[in-house]
């Protein structure tokens, strides 16, 4: 039972265009959201978060934006850079437990 | 700058032999957590940590797999015996407050 789903598996963007990441997630009582970006052999890098009373946070080229109604969140870069090539992570918590629920990750590759 | 320490980086065994791996979470964090992330999906949570007590091990193979935490600052995830399917990225992570997760390199389990 997938909670947080990343249905785009990978994503190709040219340098200095928008990308435009996924999350679709099906537990209504999530209420803090974050965008995780992993590097080969690295660890997880905490990306930008929001909590559910809001519908948008910005952190530099990076938005996020939360739709509850439609249970979806979307990671916005703009303008993307080719050091932005990395999975990224979508994760979630709340409910019940106290634990962070993470989707399957999409790739995203900038090219020049 | 903080980070949370993991050793090794990678370790490559054979099934049915035992395996260790190691957390030092950021100085002060009372909370850790070890997940695991097989290819193409996102980490999941093993085993948390509350100081040296254990929140939530309810997905830890408990008859293959052990964790402590015994001083309350570093950990130890050992696996014994390894089985081919256990092949995956081993994640450490440590946090202040639930919210925001900052994670380890993580070491690279490869069971032959």
């Known amino acids: 039972d997938q909670q947080v789903k990343q249905n785009s598996p990978s994503l190709s963007v040219q340098e200095g265009r928008i990308s435009i990441l996924n999350c679709d997630y099906t537990n209504s009582m999530f209420d803090y959201f974050l965008w995780y970006k992993k590097y080969p052999a690295e660890g997880p890098t905490f990306l930008i978060s929001?909590?559910?009373?809001?519908d948008k946070n910005e952190d530099g080229r990076f938005t996020v934006f939360l739709n509850k109604s439609a249970k979806h969140l979307s990671l916005h870069i703009v303008p993307s850079q080719p050091g932005d090539s990395a999975v990224y992570f979508c994760a979630a918590y709340g409910g019940y437990t106290d634990k962070l629920i993470f989707g399957t990750g999409t790739r995203l590759q900038v090219f020049p | 700058e903080a980070e949370v320490a993991q050793s090794p980086r990678y370790k490559i065994t054979e099934k049915s032999q035992a395996v260790a791996f190691w957390c030092d979470p950021i100085s002060g964090h009372a909370t850790l957590y070890w997940y695991r992330q097989i290819l193409g999906q996102g980490p999941e949570l093993l085993v948390q940590?509350?100081?040296?007590?254990?929140?939530?091990d309810s997905q830890l193979p408990k008859d293959r797999f052990s964790a402590e935490r015994l001083k309350g600052v570093d950990s130890t995830l050992k696996i014994q015996p390894a089985e081919l399917g256990d092949s995956a990225m081993y994640l450490c992570?440590?946090?202040?407050?639930?919210?925001?997760?900052?994670f380890g390199p993580g070491t690279r389990l490869t069971v032959l």
């Open positions: 992570a440590s946090s202040l407050e639930s919210n925001e997760q900052f």
């Open positions: 940590f509350q100081d040296e007590s254990v929140v939530d």
């Open positions: 929001i909590s559910s009373i809001k």
